[in-house]
């Protein structure tokens, strides 16, 4: 009888590995009116999928089939509750989700289980400052995490117009929070505005910075200016670098003016957003790239195709480039790429009313 049991659970195990997931989930989001403006897209070691709309502050949970199961999180302040977090975050060890808190009035990392339960608030080693610049959340295999910190620290004047002068530093923690290492920092110039205060749109062709983990546990650092992946360990020891064959993507002052009368035209309801796309100063480049992921020993950076500079982008090319950095291949991927996990792309779509749908499809 034992026997027996075991071959039927090792048919069972054999049909699961062999069929897998389909090819193509499609989220059933049609009928949730609360799911709008979505910034993250992932699951969980069980295939469970989460959204997170920073607009509602509200995760939406979905089998793994892409049925909805439910929703929970709201805005407020108090326990089981955020106020400003841009992004959910997932630890793998725990089976939690996190979520910090970016400029809040109550600096947290609110942390829930999957079913929805508001569990505690992660006691990171951070002053409250800076816990309230916590960007992003990269946790490893045995429950250590890192975590990226963006603190503005000045303005830099240009003529009339300003460019915010931030901190952007890497931080190793061990799974309790406590501070292991700091793996490095560097100042970037990020938003612009009328004078010299927090806020401010976001200029056109300002550069990113992308972090991501290895296989190994150790990080990727890549500024979207540059062609160079910068490789760390977590101790702040740096790894060496990979130069990928590609070019920054140089803008003539045509292009650049072009750009900047649709931004104006675009804006021409809001003054004060018309006022400064005027302004708008011109740097060097446009990143070609606007992301990129470590999939294997591969890189797939990430680029959108839009109709305007303020429409939504409809298509997404992925370009590959091997561990040497030489460019391998190059597709299209109709909606927007929010993720790649495990050979799969999480994607975003926006019909002719803009509402958003979803779906996790294979990369082949």
Known sequence: MNTMKTFVIFVIILFWAVSGFPET??????????????????????????????????????KQNGEFEKSYCRNGIGPGEVKRVLWLYYNPVTDFLYLPEVSSLVPKISIFDCDGNFKNYLHIELSPTQKDHVVKMIFLEDGSFYAVLNERIGWESHGDVYLTKDKFSLLYFDKAGKLKDKVFETIKNDEMSSGPRWGGPAILFSPSIIIRSTREGNVCFWKSDENILQFYSKTGVKLGTTTLEMNPLLLSDSEFEAAKKELVKNFEKDLRMQSLAKKMIKLKYTPIYKSFFLVN????????????????????????????GKRQ??????????????????VKEYDEDDNEFFRIEDFK
């Open 25 to 62: 989930i499609t989220l059933k989001t049609a009928d949730l009116n609360e799911c709008i403006e979505i910034s993250t897209f992932l699951t969980n070691t069980k295939g469970e999928i989460f959204l997170y709309s920073g607009r509602m502050s509200k995760i939406f949970k979905f």
């Open 297 to 324: 020993d591969h890189y797939i950076f990430v680029d959108f195709i839009r109709e305007s500079v303020d429409d939504y982008a409809k298509e997404t090319v992925l370009t590959t480039f091997d561990k040497n």
């Open 329 to 346: 291949s190059s597709k299209k991927v109709n909606g927007v790429v929010m993720n790649i996990s495990n050979n799969r792309l999480y």
